[in-house]
C-alpha cells in the first residue's frame, strides 16, 4: 500500500467514514474522469479527501493530508443523464504528494497507523455511557445503530460508527475523519452528543408549550365560533357567510349532472364547517372555483349549412382537399343522424403548411369555441391529467385548462406538437393522452383534481404534427390521420396573390394602387428568398418587402406606383438568400441525378462515381447515413454479381478502387431511395457511356435487381421539375401516386415506371 498512486475524488457535502458506504450521482467531468479511472482499475481503489476550503473550486492547497481509502461497490448510469456510483469506505490513508494528470488530480498514499493505548478501553465505556444517554432522548437512532454494535471491537471502529450516524453537519462530520487519534475523537463526540441532548431537551420543552398553545387556540376557536353566533342573530355577518351564499348562488345556476351537484354541495358543506384558519380553506376554495367554471352541459350549436362552412374553408385554406372533405362528411352525418362521436383528427405535416390556422379556420366553420394547448417538450403526465389534490399548488391538467377557457364542452381543441412529448422519469404524457383521444373512452374523462368524470365525445380535437414516424404508435393508432404534403411553387403563387399579398397590403397601409407584384417577381421570392415547404417565410419576406417600400414613400415624401418586376427584388430583399441544385450543362459519364425529399420540398441529388487503381476497394464520401452507405454495398454488389449481363468487364472491378460522392458534404443525406441512381451511375462509368443530364431516378434496389417503392414523390418531382428534369424513372408501385403530381408537371416530365433494374438498363444502355 504504501507510495501507491491512486486516483483522488474530493467531496464537498458528504463524508464517508471506514466501514462505511456512500451513494453519489455527478456529471461534472472532474468527478468522471477520477471515478472512471479508478472503475478500470483491478481493484477499483480511489482516495476520497474534503478540502479544508468548504467551497467548490477544487485547489491542490486546499486538499488536506489525510483522506479516505475508498473501493468502487457499483457504477450505473441512470436516465436523467448523470452517474450513480456506490463507494465503500475502507480505511484512513496518509496523502503525500498529490498531482494533476490526465484531467483528474491523483495521490500518493501510504497506511496510517492508528494510535492505541490502555486509556482506550476508558474511553470506550465513556462513549458508550453518553451513546446509552443519547438514545434513551433519541429514540428513532437505536434500531439504527444498536443492530451494528455487535461488529464493533475497538474505540477506532466505535467512533466512526456513531459518527457516522450522528446527525451532525458536514463540517463536523469532516472533522471526526480527518481526527487521527480515537481518544480525541471519542472526546469530540462526547461532547457533541452532549449538546444534541441538550438541543433535544429544549425542543421536548418547546413542544410542550405549543401544546399547550393549540389548547388555548381550541378555546379560542370555541369563543369565535361563540361571538360568530350573535354576531348572525344581529345581522352582522362576515364575508366568508356571503362567500358560501354566493357559492350555493352559482351552484343552483349550474349546468351540470346530479352526481357532479351533489360533490360541490359536499364541499361546500366542508368549507362550511371549516374554521378560516384551516390551511385546507383555500385549497377548498380553489376547488369549487373549478367546479363551478366548468362548462359541464353548456354547447355550441355547430353550423348546418354546408355550403357556407366550404365557402369558409375555401377562403382561408387553398387546396387541403382531403381534409376539408372530412370536416364535411362529419358534419353530413351527424346532420343525419343528430348523434355522431366527434372524430379526432391529426393533421401531419412540415413547418408552415398551415396545420394550426387551419385547425382555427375549422373552429370558425363550424361557429364553435377554441381551445389550444401545444403539449411539445412535456415530460410530466400531471400536466395532461392534472395533480392530486393533496398536492400543495395542484392544479387541473392541460385539458380541462383549455376547456374552461373556451367555455364549452364542445369546443374545437387543437393539440400543438403531438409528436414532440418526451419521456422520462416524471412519466409518460402520450400514456395519458390515451385516454383524452380515445372516442371509446373519453366520454368518461377524469381529471386528478376535479375527479368527477367529464364528458370529451363532443369535443372535436384536432392534433398537429411534423412527423408521424415520432407520434407513439399506441396514440396513433386512435388519430385519424391527414397528411398535409408541401406545397408547389404554383399554389405557393396564388396562395400568396390570393391570400398573404392583400393581407400585408392592408396590414401596412397600402393598396394594390400604390405596390404591385408581378408573378414573376413572387415566383423568385419563392425561388430565391425562401426554402419551406409552407408558406411562414413568404409571409415575412413579403412584409419585409412592403416595409421598406413604406419607408422609402415616407422619405422621399412621394405617393408614386410602385411596380415591383424580378429585377427590382436584390434593391428591397439583397442578394438571393438560397439556390437549388441544378441539372449540369452537358451529360458527363459516372454522374446520375437521383431524387431527394427534405424538410423543405424536393431537390435532386446529382450522384458521381469516378475509379483508379486500386484493389476494388469502395469509398463513399458526402456525409452519408447509414441506409445510403448500405444503399451503395447492395449496388456495388448487384453490379459485380451481374457483370456480365451489362457486358463489364470485371478486372475493372477488381483492379481499381471506386469512389462514389454526394456533393453538398456538409449536409447530412440519409434514406432508402437512391439505390438504382447509385446504380446506374456506377454502370455509366463501368461502360463509360453518359447518362442524359435532363434524366432523373428515384427507388430502392435489392440485391436480385427489383427496384422498391419509394415515399415523398410528389415534391421529389416538383423539386427536379424546379432542377430541368423532363424525364424521370420511377419504381411501378408508385404509378397509383401519379394522382398526386399537379397537372402542369405532368405535361412536361415523361414518367418511366420499372420493376427491375434490367428495364432501365435497356432504356438507358441498350443491349450495348
Known sequence: MNNQKLAVLALNDVVVFPNNEIRIEYDDSFEKASIDYADNTDDKYLVIVHPIDSNYVVDVTSLPSYGILGQIKLKLNVPNGKTRVVIEGIKRVHVSNYFYQNHFYQADISEVVIPSSEEDKNYYSLLMKSLDKYIEKAPYMSNAIISQLDTVESLNELCDLIGSFLPVDYNKKKKYVMTISPIERARILIEDMNEEIKFLELERKIESEVEQEIEESQKEYFLREKLRAIKRELGDINSKEDEIENLKKRLSKLK?????????????????????????????RDYLDWMLHLPWNIYTKDTKDLVKVEQILNSTHYALEEVKSRILEYLAVKQNTNNLRSPILCLVGPPGVGKTSLALSIAESLGRKTAKISVGGINDEA?????????????????????????????????????????????????????????????????????????LSKVLFIATANYIEQIPYELRDRLEIIELTSYTEYEKLDIAKNHLIPRALEEHGLTSLQVQLDDDAILAIIRYYT???????????????????????LLEKEQVFYPIGEKDLEAFLGKKKFSYEKTGKKSEVGVVNGMAYTAFGGDILPIEVTMFPGKGELILTGSLGDVMQESCQISFSYIKANAGSFSIDSNLLSENDIHIHFPEGAVAKDGPSAGIAITTALVSLFKNHAVANNVA???????????????????????????????????????????????????????????????????????G
Not at 258 to 284: N, Q, T
Not at 400 to 418: C, H, L, S
Not at 725 to 743: C, G, T, W
Open 256 to 284: 351540470c349532472n346530479y352526481k357532479v351537484r351533489e360533490k360541490i354541495k359536499s364541499e361546500i358543506s366542508r368549507y362550511e364547517a371549516m374554521s378560516s384558519h384551516s390551511p385546507e380553506l383555500g385549497m377548498i
Open 383 to 455: 400536466e395532461i391529467v392534472g395533480h392530486r389534490r393533496t398536492y400543495v399548488g395542484a392544479i387541473p391538467g392541460r385539458i380541462i385548462q383549455g376547456i374552461r377557457k373556451a367555455g364549452t364542452a364542445n369546443p374545437v381543441f387543437i393539440i400543438d406538437e403531438i409528436d414532440k412529448m418526451t419521456k422520462d422519469i416524471k412519466g409518460d404524457p402520450a400514456s395519458s393522452l390515451l385516454e383524452v383521444l380515445d372516442p371509446e373512452q373519453n366520454d368518461k374523462f377524469s381529471d386528478h383534481y376535479i375527479e368527477e368524470e367529464f364528458d
Open 531 to 553: 426554402k419551406e415547404a409552407g408558406v411562414r417565410e413568404l409571409d415575412r419576406r413579403i412584409a419585409s418587402l412592403f416595409r421598406k417600400i413604406v419607408k422609402k414613400m
Open 697 to 767: 431516378m428515384t427507388g430502392e434496389i435489392t440485391l436480385r435487381g427489383r427496384i422498391l417503392e419509394i415515399g415523398g414523390l410528389r415534391e421529389k418531382v416538383i423539386g427536379a421539375h424546379r432542377a430541368g428534369i423532363r424525364k424521370i424513372f420511377l419504381p411501378r408501385e408508385n404509378r397509383k401516386d401519379l394522382d398526386e403530381i399537379p397537372e402542369e408537371l405532368k405535361k412536361q416530365i415523361t414518367f418511366v415506371f420499372v420493376e427491375k433494374y434490367g428495364d432501365i438498363y435497356q432504356r438507358l444502355f441498350g443491349r
